[in-house]
């Protein structure tokens, strides 16, 4: 993988967890539910602990990072999402933020499929089910908003 390669897909990665940070923590200022301010605090943390991996990633020779080069990364090619704003209904927001999640998982399992270094795979699955369970979270979040009559 080229240098620009590798520091592109990096680089949209810092983007997507900041856009993420961003929407949790203004959601958490807002929202009154001391469970759901926990939730989106606790987001919030992750995504910036993601971030800061990956701009660590960024400072560290590209050239030592290990891809399988044969392969159509496709990490870039998301399909665009509405902008996140904190002004969305409830509903909305967490539809968004599911979606999201989906993508950032989606996103490290491939970049983790495609590492050959043992570590570097081993960081970007971590960071691929720290996404799932954000996405497992928002999922359950949503079923008690959306179909209440359940309960």
């Known amino acids: 993988m080229k240098t620009d390669d590798a520091k592109k897909i990096i680089s949209t990665a810092i983007d997507r967890e900041v856009e993420a940070y961003t ?3 203004t959601i958490s200022e807002k929202v009154k539910d001391p469970a ?3 939730l989106f605090t606790e987001l919030a943390g992750e995504e910036k602990q993601h971030r800061e991996f990956l701009q660590g990633m960024l400072t ?3 050239s030592k990072m290990h891809f399988d080069a044969k392969q159509d990364y496709k990490v870039v090619n998301a399909m665009p999402s509405p902008p ?3 002004d969305m209904k409830p509903l909305d927001g967490i539809v968004v933020s599911i979606k999201k999640e989906l993508e950032a998982m989606q ?3 491939q ?14 699955s971590q960071l691929a089910n720290m996404e799932s369970g954000h996405k497992a979270r928002l999922e359950d ?8 009559e359940v309960w």
Do not use: G, H, I
């Open 23 to 25: 929407f949790y923590r």
């Open 36 to 38: 759901l301010k926990k």
């Open 60 to 62: 560290k020779d590209v």
């Open 84 to 86: 996140l704003s904190a």
């Open 107 to 109: 996103m490290y399992t």
């Open 111 to 124: 970049l983790a499929n495609l590492s050959t270094d043992t570590e570097q795979k081993f960081l970007f």
């Open 141 to 148: 979040l949503y079923t008690n908003m959306a179909f209440p």
